[in-house]
Nanobody, 113 residues
Framework: QVQLVESGGGLVQPGGSLRLSCATS????????MAWYRQAPGNQRELVAH???????HYADSVMGRFTISRDNTKNTIYLQMNNLKPPDTAVYYC???????WGQGTQVTVSS
């Protein structure tokens, strides 16, 4: 059974930081490009960042310079360090093995003053 479990979300003030984690199991983790997506109410789910097995990264323009995606292949886990958070970052954040329908349950990030 493939499982992806996000954690680390919460309520933070603008300018604050959070680190999200996504622990995976039941898959050969190193085979996959891993990604973070987010979805705000009324919006489509959008790609935030991805990272290849070798560490190559890609970021959405909206988060470039503020977010950092990383992976630990020994722990089968990906991370999203989010700095200088802004209210438009408010969304449910999901992790995904790209090219699959494997998603976590999501973790809520709320940026509000």
């Amino acid at each position: 059974q493939v499982q992806l479990v996000e954690s680390g979300g919460g309520l933070v003030q603008p300018g604050g930081s959070l680190r999200l984690s996504c622990a995976t199991s039941g898959m050969i983790f190193s085979w996959y490009v891993m990604a973070w997506y987010r979805q705000a109410p009324g919006n489509q789910r959008e790609l935030v960042a991805h990272i290849t097995s070798g560490g190559e990264t890609h970021y959405a323009d909206s988060v470039m310079g503020r977010f950092t995606i990383s992976r630990d292949n020994t722990k089968n886990t990906i991370y999203l360090q989010m700095n200088n958070l802004k209210p438009p970052d408010t969304a449910v954040y999901y992790c995904n093995a790209r090219g699959t329908s494997w998603w976590g349950q999501g973790t809520q990030v709320t940026v509000s003053s």
